[in-house]
Nanobody, 125 residues
Framework: QVQLVESGGGLVQAGGSLRLSCAASGRTFSNYAMGWFRQAPGKERDFVAAISRSGGTKYYADSVQGRFTISRDNAKNTVYLQMNSLKPEDTAVYYC??????????????????WGQGTQVTVSS
């Protein structure tokens, strides 16, 4: 079993920054690919960013490319999402997810088998 706990969400003005963290339980975090997804009210859950188990491969949604950075610290069992130049359309609940099977970064939600409870990010205009 893997437990994921997100933190770092909150209210920020447009143009501001936030850093989300996702702490994972378990001894094999370094084997997991990790991803961030988000869901705005009334919308589907969308891919934001993903990172391979080694951190060597990263993917981003077009909408966040150049503004968001995903990283991981395997010694701390934690994955991060640094969000800069935030826009009102970034408002959503952000979820981290773990792929405990492949270890390969992916953009599809279906490949992730563990999910956190989510953290709210609200960007005011």
């Amino acid at each position: 079993q893997v437990q994921l706990v997100e933190s770092g969400g909150g209210l920020v003005q447009a143009g501001g920054s936030l850093r989300l963290s996702c702490a994972a339980s378990g001894r094999t975090f370094s084997n997991y690919a990790m991803g961030w997804f988000r869901q705005a009210p009334g919308k589907e859950r969308d891919f934001v960013a993903a990172i391979s188990r080694s951190g060597g491969t990263k993917y981003y949604a077009d909408s966040v490319q150049g503004r968001f950075t995903i990283s991981r610290d395997n010694a701390k069992n934690t994955v991060y999402l640094q969000m800069n130049s935030l826009k009102p359309e970034d408002t959503a609940v952000y979820y981290c997810a773990a792929d405990s099977v492949s270890g390969i970064a992916g953009t599809r939600a279906a490949r992730y088998d563990y999910w956190g409870q989510g953290t709210q990010v609200t960007v005011s205009s």
